[in-house]
């Protein structure tokens, strides 16, 4: 449309001339006047068509893209969730991270824009090269000749700057990790008084990521004038050439004009050309990561959705478990029975292996030899989701979420109501301590409960286990941070609440206010000793020492 608009005005300008001083001029202004007006009305509105037609193109792709991205990206956290603890001690948490963001987003950049500009750039080249051709072979070739060089400088310095990003990602990511190690440790940074060392460690790993950055903003600098250049160089040897062929009479000056305006529309899909071909071969790693990832098989797997009540009868049958990838031998060939409504009390050693039997219990791992069972029912064969609804679990590493208190304790049973919330942290004895705060239950715990005392979180963790109403309580070293006060006070709402409930406290300590059913002590992950406290008193083993022990410190204690 152009090149015959241009070709009207130049063949009509000359005859316009010719006819100055006769009364026709004028006539023929108006006609030359209002063809011109119809050409760049029909320009304006094939922009804007265009312009509809790429907005619903890019509605179709681009869209498209990131409801792609959406589903992967949930994918990959439900992936996440089924997987074993195993996986999580095989694999760090920035490569995890990295996979849900990164990895999605690159893959994402392949499927939306990649391909978006990959079917642009075919149609285009076949319409364009096909109009060219059809005018000027020759023209065609002196218009087109940078542009490969443009498509390959792009491909190579996109190639840096890939490289570069992902050194600097490398570096952003130290960065980061540096300084939530300080932030979280802060209370040892300044008790050791480090505070200078870090700021000077910090600072020099920013000067290591200002110097990276720096060499991407060089880069960054060279890449638009290079292609600038090159469009430039293009549109010249088409003006040029063109004028050439113009003074043989093979072609007119609107071909000239049409050949700028289709340089200028290749320009950038032969640009995309080196960045679609860095975005295939970063997707296809991603993709390829993402893969790795979701052909990772739990090695939990729920047998049966089989939602039954539970008793709370508990058999450990001659277990013995080997960690997977330590291979260190936790539990040896341990045997015990609790029938519904009995406590028992493990104590042993710090790795002992008391920990591991409540990991087997709850079904973290797999048993290597031996078996489990609930009900007088190998829990391999039970409801996995079922069976930890109805397990009431406090770990020895207590864990709070970034929420309010109300809703760390809730997150035990979400239907809970508030007065159910202090009820239970009134059974564990942390009531008081949470309506003398500030905002009461409304107080946001900070990143792992760090605006609470350890004492306090221990506490609030019992309530979330214990709001559950568990038919099985198992409670690990989770009194240790509390004073023998609040301790007596949790220990006697226990005595009480659990009558009913199988209960196991894993402890370091001896709890005479606890009637125990049954005390084992565990060594090297096997069972030293078992039995009654009266009975393992008579035995005058380790149980016996670790008590004489404990009460001659509170003895002195009280002195």
């Given amino acids: 449309m152009i090149r015959q608009a241009l070709d009207l005005v130049i063949d009509n300008v000359s005859m316009y001339k010719s006819l100055d001083g006769f009364e026709n001029q004028a006539a023929m202004y108006k006609i030359v006047g209002k063809t011109l007006l119809f050409f760049g009305l029909l320009v304006l509105l094939l922009a804007v068509l265009m312009g509809i037609f790429m907005y619903f193109m890019r509605q179709t792709i681009i869209v498209m893209s990131r409801l792609i991205e959406y589903d992967i990206r949930k994918e990959v956290f439900d992936h996440y969730e089924k997987l074993s603890l195993s996986f999580y001690k095989r694999n760090n948490t920035g490569d995890l991270m990295s996979r849900i963001t990164e990895d999605v987003s690159k893959v994402r950049m392949y499927i939306g824009p990649a391909v978006l500009y990959a079917i642009n750039l075919t149609s285009l080249f076949i319409l364009v090269i096909y109009s060219m051709l059809s005018v000027s072979v020759e023209l065609t070739l002196y218009s087109l000749?940078?542009?490969?060089?443009?498509?390959?400088?792009?491909?190579?310095v996109s190639s840096l700057i890939n490289k570069k990003s992902e050194e600097i990602q490398i570096q952003l990511a130290t960065l980061n990790s540096t300084s939530q190690e300080v932030y979280s440790g802060i209370r040892v940074v300044k008790s050791y008084v480090q505070e200078i060392p870090m700021v000077k460690f910090f600072a020099g790993q920013s000067d290591i990521y200002k110097d990276k950055s720096m060499g991407l903003a060089k880069i960054n600098a060279l890449f638009f004038p290079l292609m600038l250049l090159l469009i430039g160089a293009s549109t010249i040897l088409t003006v040029y050439m063109g004028g050439i062929q113009v003074t043989k009479g093979n072609i007119t000056p609107g071909n000239i004009a049409e050949f700028v305006i289709y340089v200028n529309m290749l320009t950038w899909p032969v640009t995309a050309i080196g960045w679609i071909a860095s975005i295939v071969q970063q997707a296809a790693a991603s993709q390829k990561r993402i893969n790795e990832f979701l052909d990772t098989k739990p090695d939990i797997i729920n047998p049966v959705i089989d939602p039954i009540p539970i008793q709370g009868e508990i058999a450990f049958n001659n277990v013995t478990f080997v960690y997977p990838d330590t291979g260190i031998k936790a539990v040896d060939r341990v045997s015990f029975n609790l029938k519904k409504g009995q406590k028992m009390a493990i104590i042993g050693k710090t790795g002992s292996g008391k920990t591991t039997i409540a990991d087997l219990l709850l079904r973290m791992y797999d048993v290597s030899e031996g078996s489990i069972t609930i009900?007088?029912?190998d829990i391999r064969k039970l409801d996995l989701y079922n069976i930890r609804q109805k397990i009431g679990y406090v770990p020895q590493d207590v864990f709070l979420f970034s929420d309010t208190i109300a809703?760390?304790?809730?997150?035990?049973?979400?239907?809970?109501?508030?007065?159910?919330i202090e009820e239970f942290t009134k059974y564990a004895a942390v009531y008081d301590d949470i309506v003398n705060l500030p905002e009461g239950f409304k107080t946001m715990v900070g990143e792992r409960g760090v605006t609470l005392s350890g004492g306090q979180k221990q506490r609030v963790s019992i309530a979330r286990a214990l709001i559950k109403r568990p038919d099985i309580v198992i409670l690990d070293d989770c009194l240790s941070a509390v004073d023998t006060t609040t301790e007596q006070q949790i220990l006697g709402y226990l005595d009480n609440a659990l009558s009913d409930k199988t209960t196991i406290i894993i402890t370091h300590r001896i709890y005479s206010m606890l009637n125990f059913d049954k005390i084992i002590v565990l060594e090297d992950g096997h069972i030293a000793e078992a039995g009654t406290h009266e009975e393992l008193l008579?035995?005058?083993g380790f149980y016996y020492d670790m008590f004489e022990q404990q009460r001659f410190e509170e003895e002195n204690s009280h002195k």
Avoid: A
């Avoid at 000749?145 to 190579?156: A, C, D, K, T, V």
């Fill in 407 to 420: 809703g760390n304790v809730s997150f035990g049973r979400k239907s809970s109501t508030q007065e159910e």
């Fill in 375 to 377: 009900d007088q029912k």
């Fill in 145 to 156: 000749l940078p542009l490969p060089f443009l498509s390959i400088s792009i491909y190579y």
């Fill in 538 to 540: 008579k035995n005058k």
